[in-house]
């Protein structure tokens, strides 16, 4: 069974969501799509964590029955300056907590077995991001939390040309700044956000044709819409309706 946890308030800003999968008799397979997050996974059965690094597009998955997984959905412009490697080395992969964070940050996280009771890891997870988002307040990159930021309000219709200049940096130095600390091209990372709006779009509002929905989101047209969708969920746009 799969759940999903929203933070306190006071880490909502960086963390997205809680989950927790757990009670699955049999070996399930599914869909994941792409959100501009990074996912800390915990497998409490086999006492071991990994990231599932940032996602370009949709990827395959396979749990084994009777999973015991808890995991953290950073916003992945929040998780940069925690890890000890540029994120665009993760992008699309599975990596072990140990490169990511120091050794003796993941002593508490190793407590995350013992405990019974579903808010007791949580808030043991909570603490411990808490700690090491303080700690790594020095390594923020400022302007390229305000890129995305701006990216995300304005729902992916942006020019990256415009950003650099806005930012006062050439555009070949913010998008190194930005996939190195992000794990995407500020290009996917936009195509992705604008995806999200549609996807959003086409399921709230089923009345508006999809052609609208198109134009409102930033895409060229419908074909352009359908091979966006495609190309970054595997299913057509009226999938999502």
């Known amino acids: 069974m799969y759940q999903e946890i929203k933070p306190s308030e006071r880490l909502n800003k ?12 049999n070996c399930e397979n599914f869909k994941v799509l792409p959100d501009t997050c990074a996912d800390l996974i915990f497998d409490l059965k086999q006492n071991k964590g990994i990231l599932l690094g940032i996602m370009s597009n949709y990827q395959l998955r396979e749990l084994a029955a009777e ?9 992945i412009e929040k998780f940069g300056s925690l890890s000890k ?10 990596v072990e907590l140990s490169e ?6 993941l002593e508490t996280v190793d407590r995350l077995a013992a405990l019974e009771n ?3 890891k949580i808030d043991l997870l909570e603490k411990f991001i808490e700690t090491s988002v303080k700690q790594n307040t020095q390594r923020q990159d400022q302007m390229i939390l305000s890129v995305a930021e701006k ?10 040309g415009d950003l650099a200049n806005f930012h006062q940096i050439s555009l070949r130095q913010l998008e190194r700044r930005f996939k190195s600390y992000i794990g995407l091209t500020i290009k996917e ?3 992705i956000v604008r995806f999200k709006n549609a996807k959003k779009l086409i399921n709230s509002i089923p009345e508006t044709s999809l052609l609208e929905i198109a134009f409102d989101s930033g895409f060229f ?5 359908n091979y966006e969708f495609n190309r970054i969920s595997g299913e057509n746009p009226s999938y999502f309706r």
């Open 100 to 105: 990511i964070f120091p050794a003796q940050d």
């Open 118 to 120: 579903r808010k007791d």
């Open 67 to 75: 999973s015991d997984l808890i995991g953290v959905r950073f916003k």
């Open 189 to 191: 990372f936009t195509n």
């Open 14 to 25: 960086v963390i997205d969501s809680f989950w927790t999968f757990s009670k699955n008799k």
């Open 85 to 94: 490697i540029p994120l665009d080395k993760t992008k699309n992969l599975r």
């Open 151 to 160: 990216i995300r309000s304005w729902k992916g219709i942006v020019n990256i």
């Open 221 to 225: 047209d419908h074909s352009h819409m």
